[in-house]
């Protein structure tokens, strides 16, 4: 299949900035640098949660808050704090947004509609 890569715009306090991502669906969150985090102004939450990087080492990191743009889909995403030569898209931002990996193609297609919101009442 090779890499993913999407163009993702993440909107901050602070402003937008269009990032182009790869597509990870071993990363849970999106994966973003502290210069950048600064720079747009995301919300820091009180969480710190640990992450294994590609190499099997541990880091704790911290966790943020943004709206996440891809294919013109909005929603919110976690972004996670590190300093990474490539920032990442992971599952929960695929998810919110209602996108999944195809891996003949290997392109973002749309699970639903509308996004990936599903509330059950």
Not at 58 to 74: D, F, M, N, Q, S
Request: net charge negative.
């Amino acid at each position: 299949m090779g890499f993913v890569y999407v163009d993702a715009i993440i909107h901050g306090m602070k402003g937008s900035k269009a990032i182009k991502m790869l597509v990870d669906t071993g990363s849970t969150y999106i994966v973003i640098d502290p210069r950048t985090i600064s720079e747009l102004g995301l919300v820091e939450t009180p969480y710190k949660v640990k992450v294994t990087l590609a190499d099997g080492s541990h880091v704790e990191v911290r966790l943020y808050l943004a709206e996440v743009e891809v294919k013109g889909r909005k929603g919110p995403a976690f972004i996670a704090e590190l300093d990474t030569p490539t920032p990442l898209l992971g599952v929960y931002a695929l998810e919110t947004l209602g996108f999944k990996v195809n891996p003949r193609t290997g392109e973002l297609e749309e699970m639903s509609p509308e996004g990936g919101y599903i509330l059950s009442v």
